[in-house]
Nanobody, 121 residues
Framework: QVQLVESGGGLVQAGGSLRLSCAAS????????MGWYRQAPGQQRELVAT???????NYADAVKGRFTISRDNAKNTVYLQMNSLKTEDTAVYYC???????????????WGQGTQVTVSS
């Protein structure tokens, strides 16, 4: 099994910054993609940013230029630096990892428990 533990959420004023962290642990052979998704009340979960093991990153249009995703592969950890936060960024942020637990296993999808980010006006 693989566990994802998130930290770094909280309450911040509009224009402020927060940094989220997510550490993966457990039976890990290789992590292909790590990323962040978010879900606002009454909304579907949506992609925020992903980082592939080779260094390629992808961002939702709504966060481009404000958020930066990064990985520390040695620590199986992914970060999300969020700057110039807006009230519409308020949501529960979920860490995601696509993990192979052995060399022959399929790649499975794992989720963290979520961390609340609230941006006040």
């Amino acid at each position: 099994q693989v566990q994802l533990v998130e930290s770094g959420g909280g309450l911040v004023q509009a224009g402020g910054s927060l940094r989220l962290s997510c550490a993966a642990s457990g039976s890990i052979f290789r992590i292909n993609t790590m990323g962040w998704y978010r879900q606002a009340p009454g909304q579907q979960r949506e992609l925020v940013a992903t980082a592939i093991s080779g260094g390629i990153t992808n961002y939702a249009d709504a966060v481009k230029g404000r958020f930066t995703i990064s990985r520390d592969n040695a620590k199986n950890t992914v970060y999300l630096q969020m700057n110039s936060l807006k009230t519409e960024d308020t949501a529960v942020y979920y860490c995601n990892a696509r993990v192979k637990t052995t060399w022959s296993s399929s790649t499975d999808n794992y989720w963290g428990q979520g961390t609340q980010v609230t941006v006040s006006s």
